[in-house]
């Protein structure tokens, strides 16, 4: 029993060895810094993914991941679950719904998030 065990304790370590480290670019809907940390920290919860950035000046969301643990589809399927476009992907309507005023269209790019961040002691 011990010997299958660690058979497949080593079998499943030879498969990660196998697997690489990928990056993939998405454009998606995001306008603000909530949008950001909104997307950066559902997507660096999601199986397989290394790490997450948001370039707001260009609305690109830069994802590193592990190739067997998952794929460039399944990443721009939860952008859309979180509630953004991803690509050529439409957002899931209820999960839109979901997200802060300013992170919806037609949020005007000065408003002011201030409201959204509580800070430690601020007494808020």
Same mark, same amino acid.
């Given at each position: 029993?011990?010997?299958?065990?660690?058979s497949? *304790?080593l079998?499943?370590? +030879?498969?990660?060895?196998?697997?690489q480290i990928? =990056?993939?670019?998405? $454009?998606t809907?995001?306008i603000?810094?909530?949008?950001k940390?909104?997307l950066?920290r559902d997507l660096?919860?999601?199986k397989?993914?290394?790490s997450?950035?948001?370039d707001?000046?260009?609305k690109?969301?830069n *994802?590193?991941y592990?190739? +067997?643990?998952?794929?460039?589809n399944?990443?721009r =399927?939860?952008?859309t $679950?979180?509630g953004?476009?991803?690509d050529?992907l439409?957002?899931?309507p209820k999960?839109y719904?979901k997200?802060?005023?300013?992170?919806k269209?037609?949020?005007?790019?000065?408003?002011?998030?201030?409201k959204?961040?509580?800070?430690?002691?601020?007494?808020?």
């Open positions: 029993m011990k010997k299958i065990m660690l497949l *304790i079998a499943s370590f +030879a498969f990660l060895a196998n697997a990928k =990056t993939v670019a998405i $454009k809907s995001a603000c810094e909530m949008c940390e909104t950066e660096s919860f999601e397989g993914v290394k997450v950035n948001l707001l000046e260009t690109v969301l *994802i590193a592990l190739d +067997a643990k998952t794929d460039p399944k990443l =399927t939860r952008v $679950k979180v953004y476009h991803a050529s439409r957002r899931d999960a719904e997200l802060d005023p300013c992170c269209d037609g949020a005007h790019p000065e408003m002011d998030h201030s959204h961040k509580k800070k430690k002691g601020d007494g808020k």
